[in-house]
C-alpha cells in the first residue's frame, strides 16, 4: 500500500467444511491520496 497505515476488513460466511469471505485492504486515504486499495475473494477448505 501506499502508506505506512493500513486497514483490512474481511466479510465471510463459514459452513461445515469449506469458508468463503471478501477482504478489502486500504490505507483509507490517508494523507489525500488517491487509493482504490486491494479486494480479494477468499475461499478455503478444512480436512
Known sequence: MST???F???LGWQA???VIGIRH???G???SRSN???NMVLV???L
Open 25 to 27: 485492504i486500504s490505507d
Open 8 to 10: 483490512a476488513f474481511t
Open 16 to 18: 461445515r467444511h469449506w
Open 4 to 6: 505506512d497505515y493500513e
Open 44 to 46: 478455503g477448505v478444512t
Open 29 to 31: 486515504n490517508f494523507q
Open 36 to 38: 482504490r486499495g486491494e
